[in-house]
């Protein structure tokens, strides 16, 4: 075999395949015995594996039925609330008007349980006084001395009439020494039960630092939105909101307030601390008045840290609390019959495929089969990959995508086999064929799949959750196609067309000329063919036919000057 560029381009290209391959299992197994956390086998969905059950009841603050536009909201920041955990086809509805159904596939684990079952709401609230999370101070010996348990008799009514949520008014005397005597690693009362109109009394998420919090002044139902990113100046990690009408009209009074205090050096009463769940996840200064409802947070953020807080207050308000009404193991709504007839019918599609295109490329129908084998495998890791990394689940629908895929992965086969058959046809070498092929092919079938791969991501951006399994694989294993014919279908067809059994154009190769009706040689001669009704040479006449038709119009005029140069020169010899 000669040793020339394409072939060591198509060697060096089917080595980078054979490395990607082995990076991927590389990748899945390290999941699987290094963090035990991935499998060999995909991750299936609700409908194929069952899972757990949780309702939640809901609950206003007045006792009032709640709405069925609090309810859809509700499920709406749950359904949030599951992604952001990496749950994937998870199904979400209300029931009855006051329920909310999660069906998780799986059993759910502590954190993700804790995540749905959360029912505080995300409030805002005026800081008023902090201190560390201890409950102790240095006394007169040096050593440290737990504050006092608060005294009943002192006095818990504000004198005067606070003015507003950062007054000191509200730090009354049993308050204040209750918040002295609050130990952050022993807290006392459930601080996400504490009343809105009511100061509160409780800690940051780490427990290091305690806060005494004035009423509540919003709710994290103001958020329409909250997005990390850098700051253009400095370059350091932010968090950006975004209110609506309501919030952004509110948090300008609040924005005047804590400026003023800013101003006059009244910290920490230019703090306003973001509580959810109880707990503060976050306790800004107000650096100047925003008007806009668009404040950004900023301090020693990194990219996780900025994104988990921008995850909190985008998905932590919700308009109700609730309370869990039971929590069960469901099974599976479609079960492992119909994953297997899924799978039997994506078998028979696959052998159908292999069978016609044996039938109809003859030897080079085995390059089909090898680069759909090739696809399934890459496929398979993938998939597991993102069941680890993205919780990506597989639905009927996923497996619905998955045989699809098989149909749309032969097209771009058939599209550059037919293409090296026209350069065959033409007269061209096969080596020729299989580069010119290529140069024409793949044109096409970039096109092609880009539409494929657009239709895919409207269809996985606007449908409901039961087809968005289709649509992420139906794009998954597109991509996926366009790689595989780039890296190993081309540099396959490179190497065999310089095989002595497809460079020969063998009549089982599905390479054969003769049998393709190769009837233009050059630029300058045709082969005779003949003129028959039936049987090869009719064939070959249509062949001839088909070329004919194909031919450029600059091929057109230089074939009928050298049919008029022949017939002149034919004529010249007569007359002499």
Not at 89 to 104: C, F, L, P, W
Not at 113 to 138: C, K, W, Y
Not at 275 to 287: E, F, Y
Not at 480 to 486: L, S, T
């Amino acid at each position: 075999m000669a040793s020339s560029s394409p072939v060591r381009h198509a060697w060096r290209v089917l080595l980078g395949l054979l490395l990607v391959t082995a990076a991927l299992f590389g990748v899945n197994a390290l999941g699987v015995y290094g963090f035990q956390k991935s499998s060999w086998t995909p991750e299936l969905a609700l409908d194929l594996q069952g899972g757990t059950q949780i309702v939640l009841g809901a609950a206003t603050g007045d006792g009032s039925a709640p709405t069925q536009e609090q309810m859809d909201q509700a499920a709406s920041i749950i359904r949030q609330r599951v992604d952001a955990a990496g749950v994937a086809e998870a199904d979400i509805t209300t029931e009855g008007g006051r329920n909310i159904v999660v069906q998780i596939p799986g059993v759910a684990d502590e954190q993700t349980r804790a995540r749905i079952q959360a029912s505080a709401q995300l409030e805002f609230r005026a800081v008023i006084a902090t201190n560390a999370g201890t409950n102790e101070f240095v006394g007169e010996d040096g050593k440290n001395t737990p504050y006092p348990t608060p005294d009943p008799s002192l006095n818990a009514v504000p004198t005067p009439e606070p003015t507003d949520a950062s007054d000191m008014a509200w730090a009354t005397p049993k308050l204040t020494a209750e918040f002295l005597a609050y130990d952050c690693a022993n807290p006392t009362g459930d601080p996400a039960n504490a009343p809105e109109d009511q100061p509160l009394i409780t800690c940051d998420e780490t427990k290091q630092f305690k806060y005494l919090l004035g009423p509540v002044e919003l709710t994290g139902d103001v958020i329409e939105d909250a997005t990390n990113g850098r700051d253009p100046k400095t370059g350091a990690w932010l968090v950006q909101l975004t209110m609506d009408d309501k919030g952004t009209e509110a948090f300008g009074k609040v924005s005047q307030r804590l400026n003023e205090n800013r101003i006059a050096g009244l910290s920490p009463r230019d703090q306003f601390a973001f509580v959810l769940d109880g707990d503060v996840i976050s306790a800004p200064r107000m650096n100047g008045l925003i008007q806009d409802g668009r404040p950004s947070i900023s301090g020693s953020f990194t990219l996780e840290t900025s994104k988990t807080l921008a995850d909190q207050l985008k998905y932590g308000a919700l308009p109700l609390s609730f309370t869990v009404e039971s929590s069960d193991t469901i099974s599976a709504t479609l079960g492992t019959q119909q994953l297997q007839i899924g799978l039997i019918a994506g078998l028979i599609g696959l052998a159908l495929v292999a069978v016609y295109s044996l039938i109809s490329y003859r030897a080079l129908g085995t390059v089909i089969i090898a680069s759909i084998a090739v696809m399934a495998v890459l496929t398979y890791v993938i998939i597991c990959i993102l069941a680890w990394r993205l919780g990506f689940r597989l639905s009927l629908a996923g497996v619905a995508g998955l045989i699809v895929s098989i149909g749309f992965t032969a097209d771009s086969f058939i599209v550059y086999f037919e293409r090296i058959r026209d350069e065959l046809r033409d007269g061209k070498s096969i080596t020729s064929a299989v580069e010119d092929g290529w140069g024409r092919a793949k044109r096409t079938i970039y096109i092609s799949k880009s539409i494929n791969i657009l239709a895919a991501v409207v269809l996985y951006i606007l449908a409901d959750a039961t087809v968005k399994g289709f649509a992420f694989t139906l794009g998954l294993t597109t991509l996926i196609d366009v790689f595989i014919f780039v890296i190993f279908t081309h540099p396959v067809m490179q190497l065999l067309a310089r095989t002595r059994f497809f460079g020969g154009g063998h009549r089982l190769s599905g390479l054969d000329p003769e049998a393709l009706g190769s009837v233009y040689r050059t630029r300058s001669q045709y082969r005779e063919v003949a003129t028959s009704t039936a049987g090869r040479a009719a064939k070959n006449a249509r062949s001839r036919g088909e070329a004919d038709r194909r031919q450029t119009i600059a091929e057109r005029k230089r074939a009928d000057a050298l049919a008029g140069d022949r017939t002149t020169s034919s004529g010249n010899e007569g007359d002499a």
